[in-house]
């Protein structure tokens, strides 16, 4: 009787319109080329660090990368930061006056830090450490040596501001991923341009990966 239940639930659920909307679905901004170059890039690391994520959303790429780490005995402990409320103003204004971008950034406003971090334990992430905080004001030495990070903040000021900051407390060997440093213009593109004038500023040759991920990756000597 109760797979017959179930079946009778599940047959007027798929018939009823609601349907796509309750599904199990993780909605990613990102290719499985992309995640997996991100995964992979995360475990060649050797040396001791933490794996940062900063602009997590609603928390997918987070959550991939966690159970990699599981699935592969990583022992590195995770940190996220986001505004969990969109782009800050300033942040908009800069596109905008200095960029002549006409968009309006309204997205992400509808995220919670309490249920990015529910997100996660739902999927047996329960020790990862989650801050809202604009990640041009957050004092990165509470993070210690930083082995990988996954940057993804979209706009120039922010990523501008925090690129010289995370290379500072990366290891030897450590690397920071870029998103949004495609070549091709698009309202995110503030992002690529403070990634390229980064790498011309330190002597870096660029390095660009599907299509957008921009690396930067710390000599090992």
């Known amino acids: ?28 901004d990102m290719s499985i080329s992309q995640l997996n170059f991100i995964v992979n890039t995360l475990d060649a690391i050797a040396n001791d660090g933490a794996v940062l994520e900063i602009g997590v959303g609603g928390g997918a790429t987070s959550v991939v990368i966690n159970n990699f780490m599981k699935s592969k005995s990583i022992r590195r402990h995770f940190y996220a930061i986001d505004t969990f ?27 919670s830090k309490e249920w990015y971090s529910k997100t996660l334990i739902a999927h047996g992430i329960k020790d990862a450490t989650v801050f809202q905080a604009d990640a041009k004001e957050f004092d990165y030495s509470v993070i210690g040596p930083l082995a990988f990070c996954l940057f993804d903040v979209d ?6 501001s ?22 091709e213009p698009s309202i995110y593109d503030g992002a690529g341009e403070a990634y390229r004038e980064f790498c011309a500023k330190m002597g870096f040759k660029e390095e660009r990966v599907h299509e957008k991920l921009g690396v930067i990756r710390k000599p090992l000597s």
């Open 1 to 28: 009787m109760y797979t017959i239940f179930v079946r009778l639930i599940k047959f007027f659920f798929f018939k009823s319109p609601l349907w796509r909307f309750f599904l199990p679905v993780m909605k990613f």
């Open 155 to 160: 706009l120039y000021k922010p990523t501008e």
């Open 85 to 111: 409320s969109g782009f800050a103003p300033e942040d908009i204004l800069y596109e905008k006056d200095h960029r002549g971008k006409t968009d309006n950034y309204l997205y992400y406003r509808s995220n």
């Open 162 to 183: 925090v690129l010289p900051r995370l290379y500072e407390i990366l290891i030897p060997g450590g690397v920071i991923i870029v998103d949004d440093c495609s070549l």
